[in-house]
């Protein structure tokens, strides 16, 4: 830190790696590749009594996001693999890789799941664990969160679907993420040799906690500064600050495609950044493209899971 002798001193701020690498990043509350995304459609076509087992493979593509949620404190974009598992009891067990040539190693994330489903009529549930494993060789990088549990639920009320996500992120640090959402479901059948074809534009608002350390003068005169200095004492002070409110407004368009056992999911996602109050974080609001080529795999021939995901009747 550099202190002008005599004058007022600048404060400078620091921002602890709780929430950021850069101040642009993103953390990963907005994939569409994701258990979600899956149990987004299970909701909108909860008709069935019976239940099978389920595999499922995927394979994804975001662009670049400059700012999004700021939980992890890196660039999401590359390519996403990923398979999940449905059990007929509910349970399921889901792994997702992330690959870029921007990190080294270029496989620079892996995030294995384990959850639990529950369809109660016009209710959804979804409570899972994740355990996020980083192998950047980037020793200055070292993330606060490493696992997670979170909880998921979805109304419907037709033609509107109401998400409201709850995620507890742990490691050397915690941190608290609610995510409330509305989603309108558009949909029509049989359309240029598609069975089914959705369009469900979304709306998200994500809260949650920050920290963040802030260097502070002890004092702003001239005449305290030079007498702690004569003294050698201190001329600053870190004072740690965790607030809670709104860290992200974010609009999604996404449209599906179905054919047979094969899924086509391409998304538009714009947000808009906000910071916390007194927060020392430059907000960017930026929109990023996602692309998602999911097959499914039927373990028993009247699956209902596998049927809703072939999105037919």
């Given at each position: 830190m550099c202190v002008l002798l005599l004058t007022i001193p600048s404060i400078?701020?620091?921002?602890?790696?709780?929430?950021?690498?850069?101040?642009n990043a993103v953390g990963f509350d907005s994939t569409y590749v994701s258990i979600f995304e899956l149990i987004d459609s299970l909701v909108k076509y909860p008709t069935r009594?019976?239940?099978g087992s389920t595999l499922v493979t995927r394979v994804g593509y975001n662009s670049n996001i400059v700012a999004?949620?700021?939980t992890f404190g890196l660039n999401q974009f590359g390519l996403s693999p990923g398979f999940t598992y449905y059990h007929k009891s509910g349970l399921y067990l889901d792994a997702t890789a992330y690959w870029s040539q921007e990190y080294t190693p270029n496989l620079y994330l892996a995030i294995p799941s384990a959850g639990f489903m529950k369809v109660i009529k016009k209710w959804t549930f979804n409570l899972e664990y994740s355990k996020y494993i980083f192998t950047f060789s980037d020793s200055?990088?070292?993330p606060?969160?490493?696992n997670a549990l979170g909880l998921s639920n979805f109304f419907e009320v037709k033609p509107f679907l109401f998400r409201v996500d709850y995620s507890f992120y742990f490691g050397q640090k915690s941190a608290h993420r609610i995510m409330p959402g509305v989603i309108l479901n558009l949909e029509k059948k049989n359309w240029l040799g598609f069975k089914r074809v959705i369009l469900y534009p979304s709306f998200y608002v994500l809260f949650g906690n920050e920290s963040w350390q802030t260097e502070v003068p002890y004092s702003t005169s001239p005449a305290d500064i030079y007498?702690?200095?004569?003294?050698?004492l201190p001329l600053t002070y870190v004072q740690t600050s965790n607030k809670f409110g709104i860290l992200n407004y974010s609009?999604?368009?996404p449209l599906s495609l179905s054919l047979k056992n094969w899924n086509l999911i391409t998304s538009y996602t714009y947000n808009f950044q906000h910071a916390l109050p007194s927060e020392p974080i430059t907000v960017t609001n930026s929109g990023y493209l996602s692309l998602s080529i999911i097959r499914y795999f039927n373990f028993k021939s009247n699956s209902a899971l596998t049927d809703l995901m072939k999105l037919t009747k």
């Amino acid at each position: 830190m550099c202190v002008l002798l005599l004058t007022i001193p600048s404060i400078a701020f620091t921002q602890s790696t709780d929430s950021i690498k850069n101040k642009n990043a993103v953390g990963f509350d907005s994939t569409y590749v994701s258990i979600f995304e899956l149990i987004d459609s299970l909701v909108k076509y909860p008709t069935r009594s019976e239940t099978g087992s389920t595999l499922v493979t995927r394979v994804g593509y975001n662009s670049n996001i400059v700012a999004a949620s700021r939980t992890f404190g890196l660039n999401q974009f590359g390519l996403s693999p990923g398979f999940t598992y449905y059990h007929k009891s509910g349970l399921y067990l889901d792994a997702t890789a992330y690959w870029s040539q921007e990190y080294t190693p270029n496989l620079y994330l892996a995030i294995p799941s384990a959850g639990f489903m529950k369809v109660i009529k016009k209710w959804t549930f979804n409570l899972e664990y994740s355990k996020y494993i980083f192998t950047f060789s980037d020793s200055t990088y070292n993330p606060s969160y490493t696992n997670a549990l979170g909880l998921s639920n979805f109304f419907e009320v037709k033609p509107f679907l109401f998400r409201v996500d709850y995620s507890f992120y742990f490691g050397q640090k915690s941190a608290h993420r609610i995510m409330p959402g509305v989603i309108l479901n558009l949909e029509k059948k049989n359309w240029l040799g598609f069975k089914r074809v959705i369009l469900y534009p979304s709306f998200y608002v994500l809260f949650g906690n920050e920290s963040w350390q802030t260097e502070v003068p002890y004092s702003t005169s001239p005449a305290d500064i030079y007498y702690r200095i004569l003294h050698h004492l201190p001329l600053t002070y870190v004072q740690t600050s965790n607030k809670f409110g709104i860290l992200n407004y974010s609009i999604n368009l996404p449209l599906s495609l179905s054919l047979k056992n094969w899924n086509l999911i391409t998304s538009y996602t714009y947000n808009f950044q906000h910071a916390l109050p007194s927060e020392p974080i430059t907000v960017t609001n930026s929109g990023y493209l996602s692309l998602s080529i999911i097959r499914y795999f039927n373990f028993k021939s009247n699956s209902a899971l596998t049927d809703l995901m072939k999105l037919t009747k």
